[in-house]
Structure formats: structure tokens, C-alpha cells
């Protein structure tokens, strides 16, 4: 009963921190943004909040102005607002100018935007690095609107401001361990009202932050960062450099890993790192059929860490792939879409992968043929097993690829063997002094299931920000 209670509340929690960011009109820049880094600090306090400056050059990028919004909507003739961005951040696009007049619905229509083959929800758009001003509607309401004709005359207001002087804001969480060598989880924190492709990862990583400090021993160092996505994470990247490609041992993006769909990920650009393989272990054990998707598929802040020059091994970890659930980047996305056990499901998926690492040791049998088991309450009698059966069996497979060459990740691979059992059988054989463990690095994985290139390339609704 305490344990089934204990992840209950778990799962509330995680679920009842994303409805409180929520509403927050976050963006590459602004107070949103710093509101929603001040939330996770409270949850977890180590978190460290940064800042740079509009302007500065990030590679071949710039830190753009601080926006901030305050009011924005459209009335009729009859004053009423028939758009209102108090009633939904998504009802404007993001980083518009500030714009305020009389205009004619002919002169409104370009700056108004919907999504015609789901007419009930409202897009999220933006115009980041072009000077522009719109709406979002449901192309249900453009469609009314529409029917008063092109000469019908609306009140506009955009109070809005971008700031030459702003910064651009972005945190991470640091746990030292045993090893310098590093752990990178990524996330990003600058889409408005959007619960599983925004929310989900922040509150996934906070959570696993807190299981991470409080392991009483942790070998590798921990780095979890909350950045706007692009921007943000090329302005990290510029900060830590040199750090990052000397000291990333694996890394992986999270991202839409609040809905209960699916599993997916994108590996990394050739597909054959250690990040792919363990998180094509911990996938495996939750979906057999999960989706491994293709460099080509990339979409998320695994462009960044990942592309030329910086080789950051990076695999985007997610439940349904973005762009492939009608719920992306509109108001379908909210928290009704985002269960509570998904996030905690997501929650358990890394911390399988951070186990998987952390265990991942070279066993070596003691003995030379199979140990006599029997004697070691290993085996089973006449009057039953002393151990499960499951556990007995994983020990007898884990024994049986115990070469000193094949670490316990590779037996996983090999045998089937989910990681929590690889690594059971592995404290239970250390324990009985049956095999001798060394830790081995390697940066390249064994043989992983193909990768899906299938209607990537050239898909027309794929979208990246």
C-alpha cells in the first residue's frame, strides 16, 4: 500500500507543477521565462538561473530582444473582444510588435492565423527573428469572423515591448559524482501554454534531479539544463564549449514525454552511440515496439548538441514524436492531454538510463564452467525456489556472457534482460563472489534496431520550433 500510495503522489506531483507553469506566457525571452526558471528552483533549490544579454552573438546567431506582452486582443464594432489574449497565451504570436488601430477584416487577414483541417483548435505561432504582429484563432471563429465581410471594421491592440537591453535567461542543476566525466539531460523553457511538447520535459527533469541527489553514490557528474530551445541551447553550448566535448559521456534531450501514446526517440546523427544503445534498452523494456527514429527526424535541441563540430552524443527521449500527434503546437496540447503516469512513466524511463550507466560494468566470471549454484540458494530444489524464477534465470544469463569483454549493457542487449534486472543479477553475483566487475568506458554501441528514415525527409507538415 505505501509504495502504490508513494507513487500516486509522485505522479500528482509532477502533474500539479505543470499545471502551475502552465499559464506562464513563456518565449525565448522575458519574464515567463524567469517566472518558470523561479518555480523550478523552489522545487529544486541547486538550480542556477543565468542570464545574457540581447545582442550578444551565439555562433552564427544572436540573442534577440526581450519581449514581453501585457494586454493583446481584437474587439468588433460592438466592442466586444472576439479575441483576447487573456484567455489564452497561444491567442498571440509569439514576439509580436506592438501594433494598436482600426483596421478593416481585409487588412486584419494576414496577420490572423489558423489551422483550417483542425478547425476547433488554436495554433502556436511565431515570428522571432521577423518584425510581424498576429493572431491565433480557431479556424472555426475565422471563419465567423470571415462571414461579416472584408469591409468589417475591428479595434487592434498588441501592448507589447522588445527590449535592445533584455536578456535572455536559461539555468542548469549540477550534481558532482565520483567521475568528471558527464551526464547531460537537456529540456527547454520557452513555450507558452503548451503541456507535453514544453512542459512535460522541465517537469520530468526536476523530478529526476531530485532522485539523482539524493542516490547515496553517484560515479558520473550530472548536468540537467532548462534552456529556451535553439537560442538557448547554442548560448549553453558557447558558455561550456570546450567543458561539454571533453566531458559529455552521454546526454539526452527531453522532450513530449507527458502523453501516454507511445515511445520514441531520435537518435543520434550515425546512430551508434552508447547514449542510442541505453536508451534503446530502457525504450525496449517499456514498448517492444517502440520507435527509433532517424537523425533525419530531428527536431529538438538534438540539432544543436549534436551537430558538426560539437559531436555531443544525443538522443531525444519523448512518448509521441513532436509533429506526429494532432495535439502539437495547438491548444489541444493542454494538461488534460498530460497524465499524471505518463510523466511518471517518463520519469522511470531516465531513471533506468541514468541506472543502466551508473551499473554499467565489465563482468568476469570467477570460475571457470558454470559456479555451482545450488549452494549458493542459487538454484532450484525439491522444495522450490529460494529466488524468483525471474531472478534466476537473469542470473543464470547474465552469467553466461560474464567474459570480461561484455558489459552489463551488452548483456542486456544480448539476453533481453530489462537494465534493473541485468543490474539485480549483477549485485547478487558480486555478492556471492561469483564474478569480478571493472568499469570500462566505451563511447560506441553494439548492434541496435534500425533506425526509421520512412517519410522523414520530405514530410510537409514537419515543423521545428
Known sequence: MGDTTTKVTLAADMHGLLVELFPLCRSLTGPGVRETLKILRREFPGLSIYEVPSGTPVFDWTVPEEWAIREAWVKNSHGEKVIDFCQSNLHVVGYSM?????ISFAELRPHLHTLPEQKDVVPYVTSYYQRDWGFCLSHQLFEHLESFGDDAVYDVLIDSSLDDDGVMNFADI???GESDREI???CYVCHPSLANNELSGPVVAIFLARWLAMLEQRHFTYRIVFVPETIGSLAYIAKHERHLREKVYAAFNLTCVGDDRAW?????PKGNTLSDEVACLALRQRSSNFERHSYLARGSDERQYASPGLGIPMVSIMRSRFGDFPEYHNSADNCDFVTPEALEESLACMQSIITGLEYNLTPQVVHKGEPQLGRRNLYPTHSGMIISKDLFYAVWDFLAYADGETDLL???ALTGLSIEDACEAQALLLDKHLVTVA?????Q???LPPASTAGVMYRPNRSFF
Open 410 to 412: 551488452r548483456i542486456c
Open 174 to 176: 549540477l550534481l558532482p
Open 445 to 447: 554501441a553494439g548492434p
Open 264 to 268: 520514441s526517440c531520435v537518435a543520434t
Open 184 to 186: 547531460l539531460i537537456s
Open 439 to 443: 568499469r570500462r568506458y566505451r563511447s
Open 98 to 102: 506592438p501594433f494598436k488601430g482600426r
